[in-house]
């Protein structure tokens, strides 16, 4: 409203005005004509800084941002480690996790059994099968359980225990594998045939390819 106003003031100018020098009509004319586009150019002008401003400080969109900062967390990979306890005294084991959460190894463990007569023995192969349950990423916990008969020598199939497992594990793409577990034990077949609660546990450490 107040430049409608100046504007209105400017062309009702007396006659007066006319007989102004040609030369300083012209610059009254550039400065007018001047300061009413500054005028009305100003509010453009700060909308624009506004709006500038504003752009440079907003997030970027939830997909440009997981973009640029895509790194897959897990990849399926295959582990070989030594375990000491867990199943039986010792193992090797190779573990394959095909999924996320879930993992499962396949162990192999030997040595040799007294059979109690005088200087008899019998060498003794226990397998197993495991198959593990985990949460966390880098740093993860893992529940599970399964199975290691063993056969020997002499016997055949002479055992088989039902092992169950609570413990931890760090696990990295490429690269260590460890695992501290708390490993406890039903006998199912043994020389006594009973169920025994037996607590155990087992600590191992391999490389993740």
């Known amino acids: 409203m107040q430049a409608g106003k100046f504007i209105f003031k400017i062309c009702s100018l007396n006659l007066t005005a006319y007989k102004m020098k040609s030369g300083l009509f012209i ?11 500054l005028l009305f150019s100003y509010p453009s002008i700060a909308q624009e800084n506004l709006t500038h401003s504003l752009s440079m400080h907003q997030p970027l969109p939830e997909d440009t941002v997981a973009a640029s900062r895509f790194e897959p967390e897990w990849v399926p990979s295959t582990a070989v480690y030594l375990e000491l306890g867990g199943k039986v005294l010792y193992s090797i084991n190779v573990d ?12 192999v463990s030997y040595f040799k059994e007294d059979t109690g007569s005088e200087g008899q023995s019998q060498s003794m192969v226990f397998t197993s ?12 916990i893992e529940l599970g359980g399964g199975l290691c008969p063993g056969i020997g020598s002499e016997d055949g199939f002479a055992a088989l225990a039902v092992y169950g497992n ?9 690269g260590l594998i460890f695992r501290l577990a708390f490993t406890p034990f039903i006998p199912v077949i043994s020389d006594d045939n009973q169920f025994d609660f037996i607590p155990w546990g087992a600590i191992a450490l391999g490389y993740s390819f």
């Open 166 to 174: 609570a413990g931890y594990r760090i696990q990295k793409k490429r």
């Open 27 to 37: 610059k009254l004319l550039v400065m007018l004509l001047s300061g009413l586009l």
């Open 96 to 107: 394959f996790r095909k999924k996320l959460n879930f993992a499962y190894s396949l162990g």
């Open 129 to 140: 099968v495991m198959g593990y349950y985990l949460t966390g990423k880098r740093h993860r």
